[in-house]
């Protein structure tokens, strides 16, 4: 019988991302440990390759194809199949209420055994801010919808996620999740605090802190990059916006969007046809799916203009590179840029934080970095230490190897 098994939806192995990271972070991380991982997907039949090796300690690997319908009009409950091929497993360990957190609810009524949530992004918030699509690629807002039916939908979707995570609330012997914004949000929904704790992610800082010192654009090109997916949550059009007026201000400055492009090609369209009609097109680059890492060094400030995250791995890395970050005030990004503890906030800020949706405040801050080297470099200085101090992967490991070790048996 294997120690654990991980429950995931969409990301390990096939996507480059937070969650997958994470994931890898952890298999690597108890090499001791022997785990299982079963992937959903609502994308059945799409070719994928794997991202990342399997380390040796993960025993078995579950491809695990979701069916389902996004009418509303569809049965309440949502079912999924138990099979032979579930990996078996001292303890389960679901990294959604989603689909993912549904079937550790079965599991563990159908095998008798412990069952662990851990919420890295809240989905039923995520929909009702705008995401039009959960991890394991079913869009809750079909492509082509008629406009009039997008309230119903996202209502219908977020009353569901809702329900599920309630669900997974009360079946789950262990609740974690990565900022303190998140767990708010989970009591809300009634997680008990008795059974509930903030893990935060971590980053590898030894492997992106800079070798040299660092100051703010060397060769006099400030360089001003968006990191992540192409898609409406993180919403690239008040980035690209907040691009037009930091150009009017820095004739000289160059703009990158550094992130996969597929996940919403309508979106990506209305991204790349608002930077040309802002006379952007030969200053803004997509790169499309790339390895973000070598980018921080090269970029002068990281800018998330998300309507909703986590704690994203995003601004850990940048942080950890030396690269002041300017992000939007939600989920746990506060923490990140201002500290969480007030022994972490002495550090100073890494950055700025800006409102949702306010490309002048964005430019605002991001011109602030590039003018003043001094708090430049303080920012630099904060984010690095911070990672280094409170976000490493050993501190992370730990917490989780704790928290198995009260459930393997």
């Given at each position: ?35 299982g991982l ?15 090796p399997?380390?040796p ?5 579950v491809d695990?194809?979701?069916?389902l319908?996004?009418?509303p ?9 138990l ?5 078996q497993?001292?303890?389960y360990?679901?990294l959604?209420?989603?689909f ?8 563990k ?5 412990p069952l ?25 807002v ?6 009039i039916?997008?309230?119903?939908l ?5 009353v569901k ?17 990565v ?11 009634g ?9 935060s992610?971590s ?12 100051s703010?654009a ?9 990191v ?6 993180k ?17 000289q400055?160059?703009?990158?969007v550094?992130g996969p492009?597929?996940?919403?090609p309508?979106y ?13 097109a030969d ?13 921080y060094?090269?970029?002068d ?9 986590g704690?994203?791995?995003v ?12 992000t ?5 990004c506060p ?6 503890s ?18 002048q ?29 409170y ?16 459930f393997?048996?």
């Open positions: 019988m294997l120690d654990v098994c991980l429950i995931l939806e969409g990301t390990y192995p096939y996507l480059v991302g937070g969650v997958s990271a994470w994931v890898q972070t952890l298999l690597t991380g108890l090499p001791d440990l022997t785990f079963v992937h959903l997907s609502a994308d059945e039949g799409q070719a994928k390759q794997p991202q990342y399997f380390p300690n993960l025993r078995q690997f695990w194809p979701l069916d319908d996004p009418n009009r569809c049965p309440e409950d949502t079912y999924i199949t099979n032979a091929n579930l990996p497993a001292r303890v360990h679901a959604s209420t989603g993912a957190g549904m079937l550790g609810c079965q599991v009524k159908a095998s008798g055994r662990i949530l851990t919420e890295h992004g809240i989905y039923w918030r995520e929909v009702e801010v705008g995401s039009t699509e959960l991890e394991c690629g079913f869009r809750v079909p492509d082509g919808q008629h406009r039916d997008l309230q119903s996202r209502h219908h979707w977020r996620l809702q329900d599920m995570a309630q669900q997974t609330y009360r079946q789950a012997d262990a609740i974690t999740t900022c303190r914004a998140n767990a708010r949000l989970q009591t809300t929904l997680a008990p605090s008795s059974r509930s704790q903030v893990i992610n980053v590898d800082w030894p492997a992106l802190a800079p070798s040299a010192f660092r703010p060397g060769d006099g090109v400030p360089r001003i990059g968006f992540g997916r192409v898609v409406s949550i919403d690239v059009l008040t980035f690209i916006n907040a691009c037009q007026l930091v150009a009017a201000a820095l004739p400055a160059e703009f990158y550094i492009l597929h996940h919403d309508a990506v369209a209305r991204c790349r046809a608002l930077a040309a009609d802002l006379g952007l200053r803004l680059t997509f790169t499309g799916e790339t390895d973000s890492r070598p980018w060094r090269r970029l400030a990281v800018v998330l203009t998300s309507v909703s995250e704690q994203p791995l601004l850990l890395e940048a942080m950890a590179a030396g690269t002041p970050i300017v939007t005030a939600v989920g746990g923490e990140l840029v201002l500290g969480a007030s022994r972490d906030q002495k550090l100073g800020p890494a950055g700025y934080l800006t409102p949702v949706g306010n490309p405040a964005t430019a605002s801050a991001i011109l602030n970095l590039c003018r003043n080297k001094e708090y430049w470099q303080q920012a630099s200085a904060a984010g690095q230490e911070r990672a280094r101090r976000y490493s992967t050993g501190r992370l490991c730990r917490a989780y190897r704790a928290l198995y070790n009260k393997i048996n």
